[in-house]
Each structure stands twice: as structure tokens, then as C-alpha cells.
């Protein structure tokens, strides 16, 4: 089983997770831009943070055999923040960068002003730079934030085909199918979405446009979930080729719109540095 997590923020993961991800059959991976868990306090924290999503992860990554690609935005929660959002005016210098396959996550976490201000800013800059749009769900009023995320969607002018809005369930499917956007579901341990329900919506509505991610982060996640999904696909009467078309064909179909997927991971080299860190922690005694 190959595993492309479309969704997962390995800046918060360990190298354990590398590692038991590569066994359970990840091979390549998008990190989207979010908050730290506490405030940032300048704008100089994001370009550090940037810095870390275009180098030093994707370098950790390769070590372990998996292909690391990232998407840049200004995240929704941070949009309410007069610190942050100077950021808005830096983005263009990351998204020309190799490696970032989508301006995201954009959207909505509580449909402020502000972040539907910064949402619409960020979907012109997706167009400005023919680049998919990952697009974050509320997490409260659900629905109605997903219907305003599409009608934002179609007043910029973006494809919904270039679209993936994400975190939905079986409320938000719907809408997000008729309007003939990407379909993002995270698979979580204990909210948001689990394999037997993601099982469920596949089974009514098939396997287009549908993108499974763990979503994985710092806190109460499970980077393996995509691999669950896919045993839980299996044990359900779903071929081994509907497995590979949610959990490989079709991330590299939608994040392929961006031109810059890199796929083929050099063999690691264990002695290999970057800025002159490497993974080893001294030699063995």
C-alpha cells in the first residue's frame, strides 16, 4: 500500500513518526502552514518558520524516504492577529519556491471579518501563481462557513477543480461535491472523522476528488490514520487499486495542478547535512 498524506504537519512530529510512516507505506507527503499552538508575535517568526517548511523538512523527510512538499499561507486563526497579517505582503516571495504545491490552509476558523479579508487576499494570490488553493473548515457553524468558503471560491475566480476544502463530514460533503471542488477529509483518533465513517462516504458517493489526510499535529492526532483508512477500505470489499487511487493517485492528481511535485526520494544518506545539521546525535560509543 502506497500512502500520500495530503495533510500533515511533520514540523511537529518526530523522527519515530518518519519511520513508522515509512513502514506503514507513506511515501510522500504535504505539510500545510499553521499555527504554533500560541500566538506568533512578529512577522519575522513566519519567514523562520517558511524557511523550516522549504528546507530543513523536507531535508528530514528525504532521510527517511519520503518525498516532503508544503503549501504557504497565512493560517485563518492567525488572520485576526494585526501582528500576523503584515505576512500577507511576504507570501509571493515563497510561493514562486520549489517544493510548495498550494496556498493554504486559508479559510475560516471562527468567519470573521478579518479572515474572510485575508481568505479572499490569499485566493488571488492562488490564481496570481496558478497554484491549488487548501482551503480549513470552521470548526463551529460548519456548514455555513463551508457554503461562504465556496461562494468566496467562485468570486475570486478560482476553478473548484484547483480547490480542496478540507476537514469536511458527512454534513459538509454535499455542497462541497455539487459545486465540484477537491473533497478533504482528516481522519482523526477521536474527532473530525474516522476510517469506518470515511468508509461510509466513500461507499455512497465514490472515490473522485476525494483526498484522505491525518491531519496530524502536535496535538491528539495519529499520523498512521491514512493507513487505517486504507485497511478499513480493504476489509470493506474495496480493491487494493480504489486503495491506491484515494491514497496515492489522487493527492498526485490534485497537488500534480501545481507543476512541482517531486516524487523520486534520493537514497538517504545518513551523513548528510543540512545548514550543517545533520539527523545523527554523535557517534556510537
Known amino acids: 500500500m502506497r500512502i500520500f498524506d495530503p495533510h500533515i504537519h511533520m514540523s511537529s512530529r518526530t523522527t519515530d513518526d518518519y519511520e513508522a510512516m515509512y513502514a506503514a507505506g507513506v ?14 508575535t512578529s ?15 523536507r531535508f528530514r523527510a528525504s532521510q527517511f524516504g519520503i518525498a516532503h512538499h508544503c503549501t504557504i499561507a497565512l493560517n485563518p486563526k492567525e488572520a485576526n492577529d494585526p501582528r500576523c497579517t503584515p505576512v500577507l505582503d511576504l507570501l509571493p516571495r515563497y510561493l514562486a519556491k520549489d ?29 496570481e501563481f496558478a497554484l491549488p488553493a487548501m482551503v480549513h473548515t470552521p470548526h463551529r457553524d460548519k456548514l455555513a462557513g463551508t457554503r461562504r468558503t465556496l461562494d468566496l471560491v467562485e468570486a475570486a475566480g478560482m476553478e473548484p477543480g484547483m480547490v ?38 466513500l461507499q455512497r458517493r465514490g472515490l473522485d476528488r476525494v483526498l484522505v489526510n491525518s491531519a496530524a499535529d502536535w496535538g491528539k492526532s495519529d499520523p498512521l490514520r491514512t493507513r487505517a483508512t486504507g485497511e478499513a477500505m480493504l476489509a470493506a470489499g474495496f ?14 492528481e490534485f497537488f500534480g495542478q501545481s507543476g512541482r511535485l517531486l516524487l523520486d526520494v534520493p537514497a538517504a544518506d545518513q ?12 557517534e556510537r560509543a
Open 27 to 40: 511515501r510522500a507527503l504535504v505539510e500545510p502552514a499553521f499555527w504554533l499552538g500560541q500566538p506568533r
Open 43 to 57: 512577522v519575522d517568526s513566519f519567514v523562520d518558520y517558511f524557511d523550516a517548511l522549504v528546507g530543513w523538512e
Open 99 to 127: 517544493g510548495v504545491v498550494a496556498v493554504g490552509e486559508i479559510g475560516f476558523d471562527s468567519m470573521t471579518e478579518d479572515e474572510e479579508k485575508a481568505f479572499s487576499r490569499q485566493l488571488e494570490l492562488a490564481r
Open 164 to 201: 480542496v476544502v478540507d476537514h469536511l463530514n458527512e454534513v459538509t460533503v454535499d455542497v462541497v461535491d455539487e459545486a465540484g471542488a477537491w473533497m478533504g477529509f482528516s481522519i482523526y483518533p477521536d474527532t473530525k472523522m474516522d476510517p469506518d465513517r470515511m468508509v461510509a462516504i
Open 239 to 252: 480493491t487494493e487499486d480504489d486503495v491506491d487511487r484515494v491514497l496515492w493517485r489522487n493527492p498526485v
Open 271 to 282: 551523513g548528510a547535512t543540512f545548514a550543517g545539521n545533520s539527523l545523527l546525535r554523535g
